[in-house]
């Protein structure tokens, strides 16, 4: 049931009040969207040819079969990461939406558009610069060989003024449109991606860790552009997507871990003793699922959201939390002769966490404190 309390007065000019009733099904009808594309964009993002091409260190040859060339605007589609950059605008979104129920405003506004415009831009932007980064290490990959700038669609220098361009004027925009902080927030998380994040995955396995901090940041700048400052609500956003991540990613990491080694690309996953590589991964994935319980009740604890989400983000951890334990499987696999272990655990655990993430901020978002007007 919806918390929100509503006035059934008239407002002077303004007409009568729209019956709570009626909003609380606009508001379950926006929310019920929100989670179906959110689950819809990540989920085509990662379903791609698990084939491995198994000549190490060399480009994919192409096809036998020639290919139809991408149109220019469905190159600029994947150089902007659309389904990527989709899920970093629902999150922005979830975010400035329960930062306007704290304000006691409504989060369908003109703010919300200009905020999100904003992030589109700049995350677009951030991807483009990653790509030109990565273009070399995307020529040995499967999965991104066919990348307009690995394949010499677009060059070098079309994709870093592409790319520059929309994270620069993208952040200023934010800092005009919604608030300065916003702006800077949003800077900095395009320059921690492309500047920190992606130069160190040839370096170190670290680069998992430092790179889960621009990924969360998402919801905590929505929160911003909402409310004007960081406050306690939008940090727990930002600790549920940090620890959402590492369970995700090391399920990735997993599965196309012969696609990273041949690319050079530090993970956790490519390390040289495979049984090592195996233990390590489901130990952190184990970590993060455990701590994911505790987190996911920090916006319940501040008072963001009430009873019916903290009973819901518990039963969705736990069940997290369960499709990890399960990914533990991979221990099987791997021995000395580094024998391959079955990838449906990893698959499946992959597929829990894009279920998990949207439910629970939908939840969330259904069940917040807050005054919601229209």
Same mark, same amino acid.
């Given at each position: 049931?919806?918390?929100?309390?509503?006035?059934? $007065?008239?407002? !002077?000019?303004?007409? =009568?009040? +729209? /019956?709570?009733?009626?909003?609380?099904?606009?508001?379950?009808? *926006?929310? &019920?969207?929100?989670?179906?594309?959110?689950?819809?964009?990540?989920?085509?993002?990662?379903?791609?040819?698990?084939?491995?091409?198994?000549? $190490?260190?060399? !480009?994919?040859?192409? =096809?036998? +079969? /020639?290919?139809?060339?991408?149109?220019?605007?469905?190159?600029? *589609?994947? &150089?902007?990461?659309?389904?990527?950059?989709?899920?970093?605008?629902?999150?922005?979104?979830?975010g400035f939406y329960l930062g306007s129920l704290r304000s006691g405003i409504s989060p369908f506004n003109a703010g919300m558009v200009k905020a999100l415009a904003g992030i589109a831009v700049v995350t677009c932007g951030s991807s483009a610069l990653n790509q030109a980064l990565e273009r070399t290490s995307d020529r040995l990959m499967r999965r991104t060989s066919n990348r307009p700038m690995a394949a010499a669609r677009i060059s070098l220098a079309h994709g870093l003024i592409l790319g520059f361009a929309a994270t620069f004027l993208g952040s200023l925009y934010l800092a005009r449109a919604t608030n300065p902080l916003t702006g800077t927030l949003t800077l900095l998380t395009a320059v921690g991606y492309v500047a920190i994040y992606t130069p160190l995955k040839r370096v170190s396995?670290?680069?998992?860790?430092?790179?889960?901090?621009?990924?969360?940041?998402?919801?905590?700048?929505?929160?911003?552009?909402?409310?004007?400052?960081?406050?306690?609500?939008?940090?727990?956003?930002?600790?549920?997507?940090?620890?959402?991540?590492?369970?995700?990613?090391m399920a990735i990491g997993w599965m196309y871990r012969e696609d990273y080694a041949r690319a050079g690309i530090r993970i956790t996953a490519t390390l040289g003793d495979a049984g090592y590589a195996a233990r390590s991964t489901v130990i952190q994935a184990l970590f993060y699922a455990v701590l994911m319980v505790a987190v996911s009740l920090w916006p319940f604890a501040l008072g963001t959201a009430g009873d019916v989400y903290a009973a819901a983000a518990v039963v969705l951890s736990l069940g997290y939390l369960w499709y990890t334990i399960r990914f533990a499987a991979i221990l099987r696999g791997p021995d000395s002769h580094n024998a391959p272990s079955p990838p449906k655990p990893a698959r499946d655990l992959l597929h829990a966490s894009i279920i998990f993430l949207p439910l629970l901020l939908a939840a969330m978002m259904l069940d917040a404190r807050g005054r919601l007007l229209f």
């Open positions: 049931m919806d918390r929100i309390a509503f006035k059934q $007065a008239r407002v !002077p000019g303004r007409g =009568p009040t +729209v /019956s709570p009733l009626h909003v609380a099904c606009i508001r379950k009808r *926006a929310i &019920l969207k929100f989670v179906a594309l959110t689950a819809t964009s990540h989920t085509a993002d990662h379903t791609a040819d698990q084939t491995v091409d198994r000549t $190490a260190g060399q !480009p994919l040859a192409a =096809p036998a +079969v /020639s290919q139809a060339r991408p149109t220019l605007l469905a190159d600029y *589609a994947t &150089l902007f990461k659309v389904r990527v950059s989709t899920m970093v605008i629902i999150t922005s979104a979830a396995t670290i680069n998992t860790f430092i790179g889960a901090f621009p990924g969360a940041l998402p919801p905590l700048i929505g929160w911003t552009a909402a409310r004007g400052v960081i406050e306690w609500p939008g940090v727990a956003l930002f600790a549920i997507l940090f620890v959402w991540q590492f369970p995700h990613f």
